[in-house]
C-alpha cells in the first residue's frame, strides 16, 4: 500500500496520521511537503492531517489551500484517489473547494477536546464499510473551528446524496444538523472534525477509528 | 561611595534614571565594578540581570538546601530543565516555571507565553516537547476579576498549547482570596530525547559564530523581568505594553527547525532568549562558558524602525533563541530555518575576553565585564523569621455534621475539589497520540507513553497552600510527598521534581521565612524519599499593596513506569470489590479543605508527613500494583478518605458502602487530611492475601467499604447519590464561568 501524508508549517497531527497509517498498512507513508508540486505516484491513500497550518491566521485552513502541493491533491482527487482531510485537514480541503460547506468558530465560542461519540450515518462508503455492524463509535474531537455550516438548499443536497457520514450523537460545536463528516459527490475525498487517527490505540484514545482506515486501506478482516 | 569614579553618572544619566534601573546600594557595585559610570545600554543589562527574576538574589542562598543529584539525574539545576535518565538511552527533559505577572495584567497573552517560554527551556536541550501541565490558583471564586482571568488564562494555556501539538495532560487548579491581587500561572513543560543528543547552552570556544534564529525584535516585553520582580500597586494595569505576544505559529517552526538543525553536526551551543530577551542568553552562554560574546545590534532582525540597542537588548519578544554554532556550519542553519520561514542572522561571535561587548551602527555602546553581570551579581541573606506555630485541631471541639453525605457533596463541589472540566476541555490532551491518561481520565497522575516504546512516563503537579501556610515546613513536605504520592498511586517510580516557588516580597521578614520554611520542608521530603529537584523557577513579590499570596511552593514531578500494562488508575472500582485503606488515620483537620467549607475557618496545624512511613506505604502500594492485585488506587489529599472515595465511586459508577468502628468521631474519619495514605480496590478474595503482604511490610491496611448500589453511605446511613454527587461536583466550573445554574451530567 502507498500512502502519504501532506505537512504544512503548523501541521500537528502529521506524525499521528503516520504512526496510524503505519500501524494498518505496515509501511510508512511518503511525508511530502506542501512547497512540493507532485505527489509521489501511484498512491492508494493520501491524508491531510489536523494541526493549526499557517497558525489558523485569516481562516483556518484559507493558507494551505493555496500551498503549491494542493494543485496536484486536486487533481489526484478528481482522478478518484481517495483521500481523507482530518480537522484542520478538513478545513484545508473545503477551503480547496474539494468539500461543500465550512467550519466556523464554535458554538460555544471555546476550543473543545472530548472524545465524541458519533453516529455512522451509513457503512455504504469506502471509509466505512467496515462498521457495518456498529451504529456508533468514540472518536476525539479537538478543534475550534469545527462548526459546520453549508446553505440549506447545499445541506439538503449532500444528505440526498448520502454524503453525510457522520453524525455527532452530542453536538459539541454547533455544526448544522450535527453533521461531523462528509465525503464530496464521488465518495473519494472525505472531510471530518474528529480525529480517527487518534483513536486507532487501545493504550491511547481506544479503537474505534481503526475500520475506518482498514475499510479505505482495503485492510478487514 | 565610591567617591573615587568621577563623574558619577554617564552622559545622559540622571540620579533618577539610575534609580529606576538599579537600588542606591547596587549602583554604588557597579560603579565600583566598572570603575567608571555605566552608559544607558549598560544600566538597562544591570537592571534586568539583576532583577529577581533573572539572579535569584534573594533565594539562591536557600536554593541551594535542595538535593539535586542521584543516579538518574544527568543535568540538575543550572542548565535551561533538568535532565533525566530514562533508560534505553533516553532521557527526560522538563521544567516548570511562572508567568504570574504578566497573566495578571494580560491574561491571555501572559499565560501563552509562559507556555511558549518553558516549551523552549525543554526543546534548547534537544528535547522534543511531549507534554504540557499547568498549576494555576486563581482569587476568590466571587472577586470581580477572577471569571475574567480564569476565561483568559484557559484560552491564553489553550491557545498556544493547542496550536503548537503538544498535549495539555494535566495540572490543578485552586480559589482563594490570598490571591484576589496576584493571580499564580505556573506551566510545566517535560520533553524526550536521546541521552547523547542533549544540547546545553554553555559556550566552548572562542571565535565561533553567533547565530540569532527565530522572529524578529520588536519593543514588546521590554523590562518584562523587571516588572515580574516587583509588587503591584494601583495602576499596575499600565504595565501592559511590558508583556510579550505570544504566536504559537512561530514556535511551532521553531521546534522543528532547531530539531532538525539538532539532527545535524552544527550547533556548538544553544540558549533561548526568555525572561531579559537577548541580555540574559549572550550573558549566560557566554559567562557559564567562561569566555566573553560580541554582537554587532545592527545585523538583529528587526520588527520595527529605529530601535535603539537600549531597546533590542531588553526586549522580550518571543520564539527567538540564540545559537553557538561550529564554524563552516551556518549553512546547514540558513538551510533550514529558512525552509521555516523563520529570520536567520550572523550577529556576532564568542570571544576569549570575558566580557560583553555591543556595537550598534559603528559604535560600542556596551563593553561590560561578564562576571559582576551574572556569576556575581549581589545575593542576599534576607532577614526572616520563622512562621508561628499553629496548635492541632480536636474534631470533639468541633459541631458534629447532621448529614455525613450533604457534608461530602458540598465539599465534592466546592471550589478546589469540583471538577476542572470547564478548563481542561478546552486543552488538546491527545495530540502525539501518546497520551494514555490525562485531566479527563481517574488517574493521580498524567500517563504519558515513551513514543514507540512500552514505557511511560507520569507527571503530576502538586501544592496545598493552606498547609504552607499553616506550617511552611510541614507544607512544603507535603507538596513533595503528595506529588511523589500520586506518581506512586498511577504505579510509577518516581525520579525527579521541578519547582515553582511563588511567594510574597522576600524583604519582608515573614515572607522570607515562609520562603525558608518551605524550601528546608521540600528539601526534607526530596533527601527522604530520594527525588532530587533538577530545575525550577523562583517567583518573588506575588502581592498587592501589601497583600501577599499564600506560600505557594508548586512541585511538578516525573515518574517512570517501566510497563504500559502495569499502569494504574482509580476508575476501575467493581461492584462486590472492597476498599482497603493503606496508611494510619487518626483524624487531622488542622488547615483541612473540611474545616474551611464545612466550617468556615481556616486554622489549625497542617497534616504532619512521617516521610519514613510516606515511603513505606507507597513502596508497598506500588509493589500491589505491579503484583496484579488490585484494580484501582487513589491518593488520600483533600477531602480525606470520603472524598477518594467519592472520586473512584463517580468514576466507575459503582456506590460505595463505608463502614467505622473506631473511636475517632466519624467525620474526622472521613475527612481527615493523614498523609502518606492510598485507598485502594480489589476483589473480596485477594483483599487476604494482600493484607498478610501489608502486614509482612508493617503497613497498617484495613477495609473500610464494599462497592456496589449507586449511592454512598457510612455505616448504614447517611446515604447520598452518586448523581447527586455528580452534579455538585460538575456544578461549580459551569456555574461560575457561564452561569449555568445545573451541571451538566451525563446521563
Given at each position: ?8 508549517p503548523g ?8 504512526m496510524a497509517?503505519?500501524?494498518v ?5 511518503a511525508?511530502?511537503w506542501h512547497e ?7 498512491l492508494?491513500?493520501i491524508?491531510?492531517?489536523g ?6 491566521y485569516?481562516r ?7 500551498s ?45 477536546c ?6 455512522v450515518?451509513?457503512?455504504n ?5 467496515g462498521?457495518a455492524?456498529?451504529k456508533?463509535?468514540l472518536?476525539?474531537v479537538?478543534?475550534h ?8 438548499a447545499?445541506?439538503?443536497?449532500i444528505e ?10 452530542n ?8 453533521i461531523?463528516?462528509?465525503?464530496n459527490?464521488?465518495g ?11 483513536a486507532?490505540?487501545?493504550d491511547?484514545?481506544?479503537?474505534d ?11 478487514l478482516? | 561611595?565610591s ?7 554617564a552622559?545622559?544619566i ?8 538599579v537600588?542606591?546600594?547596587?549602583y ?10 555605566p ?5 538597562g543589562?544591570?537592571?534586568v ?24 539525574v544527568i ?5 535551561n530543565?533538568?535532565?533525566i ?10 521544567k516548570?516555571?511562572?508567568?504570574n ?9 501572559g499565560a ?15 528535547a522534543?516537547?511531549?507534554a ?17 482571568l480564569?476565561?483568559?488564562?484557559t484560552?491564553g494555556i489553550?491557545?498556544?498549547g ?14 482563594d482570596k ?20 542533549i544540547f546545553?547552552a ?6 565561533f ?12 516585553g521590554?523590562?518584562g523581568?523587571?516588572?515580574a520582580?516587583a ?8 504595565n501592559r505594553p511590558?508583556?510579550q ?8 517552526k ?14 556548538s551551543s544553544?540558549?533561548?532568549?526568555g ?5 540574559s ?6 559567562s ?16 520595527e ?7 533590542m ?21 540558513e ?7 523563520l529570520d ?9 575576553h570575558?566580557r ?9 555602546v ?6 559582576p553581570i ?7 541573606d ?8 499553629r496548635?492541632s ?19 465534592m463541589?466546592s ?14 490532551r491527545?495530540v502525539?497520540a ?34 504552607c ?12 510527598a ?7 498511586a498511577?504505579g ?7 519547582d515553582?516557588?511563588n ?7 515573614e515572607i ?6 518551605c ?5 526534607e521530603?526530596c ?5 532530587p ?10 502581592e ?6 499564600p506560600?505557594?511552593?508548586a512541585?511538578g ?14 476508575g476501575?472500582?467493581?461492584?462486590g470489590?472492597?476498599?482497603l485503606l493503606?496508611?494510619?488515620t ?7 479543605l ?18 519514613a ?7 508497598f502500594?506500588?509493589?500491589?500494583i ?5 484494580s484501582?488506587v ?15 465511586a ?22 481527615g487530611?493523614d ?5 485502594i ?12 503482604d ?5 503497613v497498617?491496611?484495613?477495609?473500610v ?22 452534579q ?10 457561564d ?9
Amino acid at each position: 500500500m502507498k500512502t502519504a501524508v501532506i505537512v504544512f508549517p503548523g501541521s500537528n497531527c502529521d506524525r499521528d496520521a503516520a504512526m496510524a497509517l503505519e500501524a494498518v498498512t505496515g509501511q510508512k507513508p511518503a511525508m511530502v511537503w506542501h512547497e512540493e508540486t507532485e505527489l509521489p505516484e501511484g498512491l492508494d491513500f493520501i491524508m491531510v492531517p489536523g494541526g493549526f497550518s499557517y497558525g489558523d491566521y485569516l481562516r483556518s485552513g484559507a493558507v494551505a489551500a493555496r500551498s503549491p502541493i494542493v494543485n496536484d491533491l486536486k487533481k489526484k482527487a478528481e482522478a478518484g484517489v481517495p483521500m481523507l482531510g482530518v480537522c484542520n485537514g478538513f478545513q484545508i480541503l473545503t477551503e480547496a473547494g474539494l468539500l461543500d460547506g465550512t467550519l466556523m468558530r464554535n458554538a460555544s465560542l471555546h476550543f473543545v477536546c472530548e472524545k465524541a461519540p458519533l453516529l455512522v450515518e451509513t457503512a455504504n462508503t469506502r471509509f466505512t464499510k467496515g462498521y457495518a455492524d456498529r451504529k456508533e463509535i468514540l472518536i476525539p474531537v479537538a478543534h475550534h473551528d469545527g462548526n459546520y455550516f453549508a446553505d440549506e438548499a447545499t445541506l439538503d443536497r449532500i444528505e440526498g446524496e448520502g454524503q453525510v457520514v457522520f453524525r455527532y450523537a452530542n453536538n459539541p460545536n454547533g455544526s448544522a444538523r450535527d453533521i461531523a463528516g462528509v465525503t464530496n459527490a464521488a465518495g473519494n475525498v472525505l472531510g471530518m472534525m474528529p480525529h480517527p487517527e487518534r483513536a486507532v490505540d487501545a493504550d491511547h484514545g481506544g479503537t474505534d477509528g481503526l475500520a475506518l482506515f482498514e475499510s479505505v486501506l482495503g485492510k478487514l478482516s | 561611595m565610591s567617591e573615587a569614579v568621577n563623574p558619577r553618572y554617564a552622559e545622559g544619566i540622571t540620579e533618577e534614571i539610575a534609580l529606576d534601573h538599579v537600588t542606591a546600594d547596587e549602583y554604588e557595585i557597579i560603579l565600583k565594578e566598572l570603575g567608571r559610570a555605566p552608559n544607558l545600554v549598560e544600566l538597562g543589562i544591570f537592571s534586568v540581570m539583576w532583577s529577581e527574576h533573572c539572579s535569584y538574589k534573594s533565594s539562591r542562598l536557600h536554593l541551594s538546601k535542595f538535593p539535586t543529584k542521584g543516579e538518574k539525574v544527568i543535568y540538575g539545576p543550572g542548565e535551561n530543565a533538568g535532565v533525566i535518565d530514562i533508560g534505553d538511552g533516553q532521557a527526560a527533559i522538563f521544567k516548570m516555571e511562572s508567568h504570574n505577572h504578566p497573566s495578571y495584567i494580560e491574561p491571555y497573552q501572559g499565560a501563552a507565553t509562559g507556555v511558549g517560554g518553558i516549551l523552549r527551556d525543554v526543546f534548547t536541550m534537544g528535547a522534543r516537547p511531549v507534554a504540557l501541565m499547568n498549576a494555576l490558583r486563581f482569587g476568590d471564586p466571587k472577586h470581580p476579576k477572577t471569571r475574567q482571568l480564569v476565561a483568559g488564562v484557559t484560552a491564553g494555556i489553550g491557545g498556544y498549547g493547542n496550536c503548537v501539538g503538544v498535549p495539555t495532560v494535566g495540572g490543578e487548579t485552586n480559589f482563594d482570596k490570598g490571591y484576589n491581587g496576584n493571580i499564580l500561572v505556573n506551566a510545566m513543560a517535560v520533553g524526550l530525547a536521546d541521552t547523547d543528543k542533549i544540547f546545553t547552552a554553555a559556550a566552548r570556544e572562542p571565535d565561533f559564530p553567533v547565530l540569532y534564529v527565530g522572529a524578529k525584535t520588536g519593543r514588546d516585553g521590554i523590562h518584562g523581568a523587571t516588572m515580574a520582580s516587583a509588587e503591584f500597586g494601583e495602576g499596575s494595569e499600565e504595565n501592559r505594553p511590558t508583556v510579550q505576544v505570544g504566536d504559537p505559529f512561530t514556535e511551532k517552526k521553531l521546534i522543528e527547525a532547531c530539531l532538525e538543525l539538532m539532527s545535524e553536526d552544527a550547533i556548538s551551543s544553544i540558549q533561548d532568549m526568555g525572561a531579559a530577551g537577548l541580555t540574559s542568553s549572550s550573558v549566560e552562554m557566554a559567562s557559564s562558558g567562561g569566555l566573553g560574546i560580541e554582537l554587532d545590534l545592527d545585523h538583529v532582525p528587526q520588527r520595527e524602525e529605529n530601535m535603539t540597542a537600549y531597546e533590542m537588548m531588553l526586549s522580550e519578544s518571543q520564539e527567538r533563541m540564540l545559537i553557538i554554532i561550529k564554524p563552516g556550519r551556518e549553512h546547514v542553519a540558513e538551510r533550514i530555518f529558512r525552509k521555516w520561514d523563520l529570520d536567520v542572522a550572523t550577529i556576532g561571535k564568542t570571544a576569549p575576553h570575558g566580557r560583553l561587548v555591543l556595537r550598534h551602527k559603528g559604535e560600542v555602546v556596551c563593553d561590560l565585564p561578564l562576571d559582576p553581570i551574572g556569576e556575581n551579581a549581589p545575593k542576599y541573606d534576607r532577614p526572616w523569621f520563622p512562621a508561628e506555630a499553629r496548635g492541632s485541631i480536636d474534631p470533639a471541639d468541633l459541631h458534629q455534621p447532621e448529614h455525613l453525605g450533604e457534608v461530602l457533596a458540598s465539599l465534592m463541589g466546592s471550589p478546589d475539589m469540583a471538577s476542572k472540566r470547564w478548563i481542561w476541555r478546552q486543552y488538546d490532551r491527545h495530540v502525539m497520540a501518546d497520551t494514555a491518561a490525562s485531566s479527563e481520565d481517574p488517574a493521580d497522575a498524567a500517563i504519558v507513553r515513551v513514543h514507540g516504546t512500552n514505557k511511560a512516563l507520569a507527571i503530576t503537579t502538586d501544592c496545598t497552600p493552606r498547609y504552607c501556610f499553616a506550617d511552611p515546613f510541614e507544607g512544603g513536605k507535603q507538596a513533595v510527598a503528595e506529588a511523589w504520592r500520586n506518581l506512586t498511586a498511577v504505579g510509577a517510580d518516581p525520579i525527579a521534581i521541578t519547582d515553582c516557588l511563588n511567594f510574597g516580597n522576600p524583604e519582608r521578614p515573614e515572607i522570607m521565612g515562609q520562603f525558608v520554611g518551605c524550601v528546608e520542608g521540600m528539601a526534607e521530603a526530596c533527601k527522604a524519599l530520594d527525588f532530587p529537584v533538577v530545575s525550577g523557577n523562583v517567583s518573588l513579590y506575588n502581592e498587592t499593596d501589601g497583600v501577599a499570596i499564600p506560600p505557594t511552593p508548586a512541585v511538578g514531578a516525573v515518574g517512570l513506569i517501566p510497563d504500559m500494562s502495569q499502569r494504574m488508575g482509580y476508575g476501575g472500582l467493581k461492584d462486590g470489590q472492597v476498599l482497603l485503606l493503606v496508611g494510619e488515620t487518626r483524624g487531622e483537620l488542622g488547615a483541612s479543605l473540611y474545616l474551611r467549607e464545612i466550617e468556615g475557618q481556616e486554622k489549625g496545624a497542617s497534616p504532619r508527613v512521617d516521610l519514613a512511613v510516606e515511603k513505606r506505604n507507597g513502596d508497598f502500594v506500588r509493589s500491589a500494583i505491579r503484583a496484579g492485585k488490585v484494580s484501582a488506587v487513589h491518593d488520600l489529599s483533600d477531602g480525606g478518605l470520603a472524598c477518594a472515595a467519592a472520586d473512584m465511586a463517580m468514576a466507575a459508577g459503582v456506590g460505595v458502602k463505608l463502614a467505622y468502628t473506631g473511636a475517632l468521631p466519624v467525620f474526622a474519619w472521613m475527612f481527615g487530611e493523614d498523609q502518606g495514605r492510598y485507598l485502594i480496590a480489589a476483589d473480596a478474595t485477594d483483599a487476604e492475601a494482600l493484607r498478610a503482604d501489608a502486614k509482612a511490610a508493617d503497613v497498617p491496611m484495613d477495609v473500610v467499604g464494599l462497592a456496589g448500589g449507586r449511592f454512598i453511605s457510612i455505616n448504614g446511613g447517611h446515604a447520598v447519590d452518586l448523581i447527586r454527587l455528580k452534579q455538585a461536583h460538575e456544578g461549580f466550573m459551569p456555574a461560575l464561568m457561564d452561569g449555568e445554574p445545573e451541571a451538566r451530567v451525563a446521563e
